[in-house]
């Protein structure tokens, strides 16, 4: 177990910190403006102008608040088990949450006439998805605690990828008699912010907002924790508190995160990654910078499986996969090298 996160910058100055945030809030600025323009109708039609803008302006709103979740989600994990390769991705949460919100749809799609008729389908999924990602941080936990080994920690998290995998592959089959059913049940697991609209919105910016204040609440007491948890103990931290408290906001974080955007790997296991050596290891500045430079990353992505040439969209989970995996790799080996393991 890596006595602390991997990274540098254990000092930033509040000029360089403030540079670093201006120039992350810029470049999603720059990423939300690229999105307004890319797509099949032309701005210049003043007919559709109005329609489009609220369109485009929704999904990037929507991509902003997916990546921001996903980033501070993993900057809680990372600093809760001390552990430069934890993440919501990496240890099933959210691949628990992509379960819990297709159990939701398909619940939803077949039941949808004897549920109480508040009971729309927007809300039903974010629902799910919080259930599915706080199931899947519970059984981590319960499996293997806080305190195992890298290669345990690693393990627990591909197993409960793959199981929670399996199990949408097994819900997707059975949905099959529905057309629309099931290729809604792809297109969610796939990963997409297309069609996010203002109720989409008004469910997830709460939960996003609340996320990630509570983090960085939170933040003292796993700067503490980075020097192990009986250091952070004597110091006055409630390490219990702390560690439920970081799991169930990990799990809200999450399942806002792939309300929104669907099943969407590698961003809260990046996004730290790069920023840590500019904004330094205090929580308190990472979150921040974090939740921006995710925001950023992910509306960036959007842009870019908007751009590429395909017969239809291609999947935001799909981009994020093709970036993420190799520099996943790259940061394994890395901290191998550092542990010596």
Not at 49 to 66: H, I, K, T, Y
Not at 199 to 217: D, E, F, I, S
Not at 229 to 236: P, W, Y
Request: charged letters at 10%; glycine letters at 14%.
């Amino acid at each position: 177990m890596a006595a602390g996160v991997a990274g540098g910058g254990a000092t930033v100055t509040a000029v360089r910190y403030a540079m670093l945030l201006t120039m992350l809030l810029g470049l999603l600025a720059l990423a939300l403006a690229v999105g307004l323009i890319i797509g099949h109708a032309s701005l210049a039609d003043l007919q559709v102008r109005a329609v489009l803008l609220d369109l485009r302006l929704a999904r990037g709103a929507a991509a902003a608040l997916a990546g921001a979740a996903l980033a501070v989600a993993g900057v809680l994990m990372q600093g809760l088990f001390r552990n430069p390769l934890a993440s919501s991705s990496v240890l099933g949460a959210d691949a628990g949450a992509s379960l819990g919100g297709q159990t939701a749809l398909i619940v939803h799609g077949l039941c949808a006439a004897s549920l109480p008729a508040w009971i729309v389908p927007e809300l039903a999924l974010p629902l799910g998805c919080l259930a599915g990602a706080a199931l899947a941080l519970t059984a981590l936990v319960l499996l293997v605690g806080r305190t195992a080994g890298l290669a345990t920690l690693l393990l627990m998290g591909v197993i409960l990828t793959t199981l929670c995998g399996s199990l949408s592959a097994l819900l997707v089959s059975l949905a099959q008699d529905s057309w629309q059913l099931g290729r809604a049940l792809i297109a969610f697991g796939l990963g997409s912010v297309d069609g996010k609209g203002l109720r989409h919105l008004a469910l997830g910016l709460p939960l996003v907002a609340a996320g990630v204040a509570a983090a960085w609440w939170w933040g003292r007491g796993l700067d503490l924790m980075l020097c192990g948890e009986e250091e952070a103990a004597a110091l006055g931290v409630d390490t219990r508190a702390l560690a439920f408290w970081s799991l169930a906001w990990c799990a809200v974080l999450t399942g806002a995160a792939v309300a929104l955007g669907g099943g969407v790997a590698f961003v809260g296991l990046i996004v730290p990654h790069a920023l840590r050596p500019f904004a330094g290891s205090a929580h308190r500045r990472l979150i921040p910078a974090a939740a921006l430079g995710g925001a950023a990353f992910l509306v960036a992505c959007d842009d870019l499986a908007r751009i590429l040439p395909a017969t239809g969209e291609v999947p935001l989970g799909v981009i994020t996969g093709l970036l993420g995996a190799p520099l996943f790799m790259i940061i394994l080996l890395r901290t191998r090298r550092e542990l010596g393991w």
